[in-house]
């Protein structure tokens, strides 16, 4: 019995052992298993924000390279039609000064390539004389909407309308007028310049995108006056009811917005400006479906290899219950298994944080670093320095040189950055694009500056050939932004507008320079 009682023990303690080891067995490969999941769709998740990220970057770039272009062109036309009403005020238009003035506007039209005519006409829409000099029988524009306007409006602003078909040559135009006033005040007729659409049309066929990418430019009151892809039934249609008028517009004249497209249904990630000079709105979207394609297709890759680790892990499991004697062996390999998952997540956790191309930091980085710098500035009462970069004429660089040169570019000038010497906790990133941005903790206005001239010196004596800038080599220009933050009520974004203006000053001032505003310690 006793013999008996002591094997049946052992027997069930061996069931036991067994029956507890199973039960280890199985815990460990549910954690594992959704430690796994876990970690898979986080990185899904992650790399899917980055991307969407990515084209709300690129979107708005667009769309200020777009109203950039829109205000140049249409401030060329108004300077235009304001040297002729001067001229009209000084010479008037007796039969003896149209020949003149007919030269005049001849001329302008030469040197303006977006330029599609110049007219001249009286308070009963008669036309008095034109760039071209040819004047058609009884020939009339009383009826044009923008002759309607000014008759009924004694505002002396730039008026830009609908697009029209020209009467003279059929060509699709836009027409920009002014209000000519009598010196009694009355209506005394219209100057008015015509610009091609199509000067619209060559400028957006520039950019290299996607075939369901959208660039727009419209009216305030929402009237397409030309959109990318080209199709001559959207020109005059209006977006007034789109969410983009309706809802995001009001809230901020300038930023970015995921929506579904009024005029077509795709969805895009829009970048978005209201040009605070002139009555018009840029729109850039992005098919969301075409940013994602990428990411949709490592998403799959990367979900196979789970779903191949998460198999491997089973086989394992499965042999340590088959070879209970080789567990010490099969624990190691677990341990093995669980030391390459923290390898791989922390090369992830470094890849998330730096530039691929550049090896800077990345923005998001930035982001996290300038926060919480800007708390230990406002803490300890030190000043907290801020310089944003952007390379000077790139677009135009990538345009002559073509994008894989520009990449070339981009990474010089990070290692540029990198070789210049700064401390430990000195942030040096990429801020998207072509720009580049640098966190210097403790460091007043002068400090800030002194690092700042040092990079655009050295982006320049790296010498990179650029033909489309005027010194023929790669600048930079550099805006800075020193000061304690006066936190709360001063954000992140608040200190990095600051910085802006100051690279806009930089730009505004030629380029190749360094702009900087804040407080001296």
Known sequence: MDYSSNGALRLLHKVVSHASLLIQAAVFIVVVACAIVFLATWQIWNAHQ?????????????????????????????????????????????????????????????????????????????????????????????????FQYHKTHDDDRLYIGKVIRSRSTGDLVIPVSHRITNQDGSFGGVALATVYVSSFQQYYNHFSIGKDTALVLMLADGTILYRRPFEEGAIGRSMAKSQLFTEVLPRARSGNATLVSYYDKVERVFGYAMLEQYPLVIAAGLSKREVLRGWRTDSMVFAAGGVGVLAILTLLAWALLRQISFSLRSEKDLLAARDLLTVLNQKLAVQALHDGLTGLANRRQFDIVLQNEMQRSYRDAMPLGLILLDIDFFKKYNDV???????????????????????????????????????????????????????????RALHIPHEANPLGVVTISAGVHAAVPRMPEETAAAFIRSADAALYEAKSQGKNRVCGFGAQA
């Open 50 to 146: 980055r991307d969407l990220l990515n084209a709300e970057q690129d979107s708005a770039n667009l769309s200020r390279s777009l109203s950039q272009h829109a205000e140049d062109t249409f401030m060329q036309v108004d300077i235009t039609l304001l040297d002729l009403m001067e001229r009209l005020q000084t010479d008037g238009l007796s039969q003896a000064r149209l020949p003149r003035l007919q030269k005049v506007m001849n001329e302008q039209i030469k040197l303006l390539p977006q330029l599609h005519g110049e007219f001249i006409y009286d308070a009963q829409g008669n036309w008095l004389v034109t760039a071209a000099g040819i004047i058609p029988p009884n020939a009339n524009n009383a009826d044009r909407e923008y």
């Open 401 to 459: 040189y073509g994008h894989v040169s520009g990449d070339e570019c981009l990474q010089r000038v990070g290692q540029a950055l990198l070789a210049l010497p700064h401390r430990a906790n000195d942030l040096l990133a990429r801020y998207g694009g072509e720009e580049f941005a640098v966190i210097l903790p403790g460091t007043d206005r002068l400090g800030a500056l002194a690092f700042a001239r040092m990079v655009v010196d050295r982006v």
